[in-house]
């Protein structure tokens, strides 16, 4: 047991954003370690806007019984506008203060955490992140809770497109999720063995994936797969289809997009171990007097970072693996 040297009696916590397998995982950690430390618990329904609305419900350790295992999230999610503005804001602040609650653990992406740390300025609420999304886009953490059950997930379909692939000497340009960053496409394209990676990191020229291609053509591949990342400046995968397609009329050429089978599924244990971690590094840290920060995992070892720092700046990719990638290609 620690010793607490806050005055935090009773925590709230809700999941905030795009779902990520993991998230009911991370929920079990918040609400055991904080009974485990004598806090009571409130669990907040509908993100920030069961916050606004009076979402609550006061929980127990039974009520994250058999939720580990478990895709999605049981407290639900949704992105709100009202939360954006300083009424909805004050709103959701008084529901926190008519319940006596001390503070709050939100699990989420950066859009989350800027809307956490605005608010725990604003209405002097202490406020701790989890990061949790699947694209990994967080600085403060090496992984994010639900990044490696989604690069999983792309990874098998992957495998399982490269075997039709083959039978049918078939070119295949597979969408993956990343809007702002290629972390799934580039790990994907490396442990499935494609073609090409096409990442929002790099701009993309059609001629040099066009040359690529052929030379691909000439060491008699009988088959081809480009991992495309959707936020590529080309447009993603389908765009890029039209723009090549006239190019390789001998191949069968072919598009799939992943969409949001990336985002459900049953959590990898690595997931459920990290989440794990995170959730009860939420609540210690909040029993020691943090705020405003994010608890994350570097190197093995719990990392805080201040909410604002993990807004402000974008986690980059690891270059060696990207040129690994152009290698091995």
């Given at each position: 047991m620690i010793e607490p040297v806050s005055e935090v009696k009773t925590i709230a916590v809700l999941t905030s954003g795009g779902d990520s397998p993991g998230m009911n995982a991370a929920v079990r950690a918040v609400v055991r370690a904080a009974w485990a430390y004598n806090v009571e618990v409130f669990a907040v329904y509908h993100g920030y806007q069961g916050l606004i609305e009076g979402e609550f419900e006061k929980v127990n350790s039974n009520f994250v019984s058999n939720i580990i295992q478990r895709g999605g999230t049981i407290l639900k999610s949704a992105r709100s506008q009202d939360f954006r503005t300083e009424e909805g804001r004050?709103?959701?602040?008084?529901?926190?203060?008519?319940?006596?609650?001390?503070?709050?653990?939100?699990?989420?992406?950066?859009?989350?955490?800027?809307?956490?740390?605005?608010?725990?300025?604003?209405h002097d609420i202490n406020v701790v992140g989890i990061p949790g999304t699947i694209d990994n886009d967080i600085i403060g953490t090496d992984e994010t809770i639900g990044y490696d059950t989604a690069l999983n997930t792309a990874l098998d379909a992957i495998d399982k497109i490269r075997d039709t692939a083959d039978a049918h000497e078939r070119m295949f340009l597979v969408e993956v999720m990343g809007r702002d960053t290629g972390f799934i496409a580039l790990e994907t394209a490396i442990a499935c063995g494609a073609e090409l990676a096409l990442l929002p990191?790099?701009?993309?020229?059609?001629?040099?994936?066009?040359?690529?291609?052929?030379?691909?053509?000439?060491?008699?591949?009988?088959?081809?797969?480009?991992?495309?990342?959707?936020?590529d400046e080309t447009g993603g995968a389908l765009k890029l289809a039209e723009k090549i397609k006239d190019d390789f009329k001998q191949y069968d050429l072919k598009v799939c997009i992943l969409g949001h089978i990336q985002r459900g599924g049953t959590p990898s244990a690595h997931d459920r171990v990290l989440a794990s971690r995170l959730g009860a590094a939420a609540v210690k840290v909040l029993l020691e007097g943090h705020s405003e920060?994010?608890?994350?995992?570097?190197?093995?070892?719990?990392?805080?970072?201040?909410?604002?720092?993990?807004?402000?700046?974008?986690?980059?990719?690891?270059?060696?693996?990207?040129?690994?990638?152009?290698?091995?290609?």
């Open positions: 004050k709103k959701a602040a008084k529901q926190l203060k008519d319940r006596d609650i001390d503070a709050l653990v939100v699990i989420g992406g950066d859009g989350t955490f800027t809307g956490a740390n605005i608010f725990s300025n604003e990191e790099e701009l993309t020229d059609i001629n040099e994936v066009k040359s690529q291609l052929k030379n691909m053509l000439k060491e008699q591949k009988r088959s081809s797969l480009i991992v495309v990342a959707e936020g920060i994010m608890v994350g995992i570097v190197n093995n070892a719990l990392k805080i970072t201040p909410m604002r720092v993990a807004v402000s700046k974008k986690k980059a990719l690891d270059h060696a693996l990207i040129e690994l990638a152009k290698l091995l290609r």
